[in-house]
Structure formats: structure tokens, C-alpha cells
């Protein structure tokens, strides 16, 4: 993938981060009048995280070696992964449950099986959508650390370096 198509999918990363932020400030004015503010303190956690998370990675993002496809795969992995979570969260907040999906958060909170499910179904999918994003990631990551760019420039001046001696 082109370092400008990189370049913009870490700045939407970025983007995506600090609305987080932005939600996290005001979502916490409200954690008191949730169903069960114990999730509510969970989101607003969970929020402020995300979006340190998203702001981290979009930064490295230009620095990822992926084609085209699974950049995006990572790039929409990623972002689904991490608004699929606060979206369960949210949704438990609101209806005061969650005990069977997330029980330490829930501090016994329990819905009906019909709200039960419905977080099931909004966060299930996030886990694996989220394991595939970072391993694409870390893959995206291989190498040194070096630019070939920077690396092949060195080659050429010790090469150029060499002649001079002989």
C-alpha cells in the first residue's frame, strides 16, 4: 500500500482516538444516572483507553509493510473491534446488565436473556476481529525498525566510501 494511504488510515486512527476522548469527557458526567453505574464507570475506562490505543497505533500506521488488503483488513478489524467493545459496554450500562458476558464489570448485574444476548451478539465478534487486526499489525511491523530507503542509502555510501579508498 501507498505511505499516503498509510499515512491517512493512521490519521483517521488518530481521529477516531481523540473523539474518544471527547466521548470519555462527556460520558462521564453521566455514569451516575446508568442502570448500573458500575458498567458506566467501565465505559468511561474502556473509552479513555481506546482512544489512547487508536491515537498509538495510528501514529506507528505509516510505518506498517502491508499491501493494500490487509491494511484495510487491520484498519477496519481494528475500528470494529474497539467500537464493538464500548458498544457492549454501553448497551449493558444502559439496560443494567451484562453478567454473563462481562461479570467482573457487572458486579452482578443481570438482564433478561433477550439483553444477555444482545450483548453477546454486539461483542463476540469483536474479539476475533481485534486478534486479527493486531496480528496483521505486528506482521505489518516485521523488520528492523530501519526504512529499506535509509538502509539502501548507508549500502550505497559505504560502497562509494570503499571506492575512495581503493
Do not use: C
Request: net charge positive; aromatic share 10%.
Amino acid at each position: 500500500m501507498s505511505a499516503t494511504a498509510l499515512a491517512v488510515q493512521g490519521h483517521r486512527l488518530i481521529q477516531i482516538g481523540v473523539a474518544l476522548f471527547l466521548f470519555t469527557s462527556f460520558q462521564g458526567f453521566a455514569v451516575p444516572y446508568f442502570a448500573a453505574p458500575n458498567l458506566g464507570r467501565s465505559v468511561h475506562t474502556l473509552s479513555g483507553f481506546t482512544g489512547v490505543l487508536l491515537v498509538a497505533v495510528g501514529l506507528v500506521w505509516p510505518k506498517l509493510k502491508l499491501t493494500s488488503m490487509p491494511s484495510r483488513l487491520a484498519f477496519w478489524f481494528l475500528v470494529y473491534s474497539a467500537l464493538a467493545t464500548i458498544a457492549g459496554f454501553v448497551i449493558a450500562a444502559l439496560l443494567g446488565a451484562g453478567g454473563s458476558i462481562i461479570p467482573i464489570a457487572a458486579a452482578g448485574a443481570r438482564g433478561s436473556d433477550a439483553q444477555e444476548m444482545l450483548i453477546q451478539l454486539v461483542m463476540y465478534p469483536a474479539a476475533p476481529t481485534g486478534i486479527i487486526s493486531f496480528a496483521l499489525i505486528l506482521w505489518g511491523l516485521r523488520g528492523n525498525g530501519v526504512h529499506e530507503n535509509a538502509v539502501g542509502r548507508a549500502r550505497s555510501s559505504a560502497a562509494t566510501e570503499a571506492r575512495r579508498v581503493d
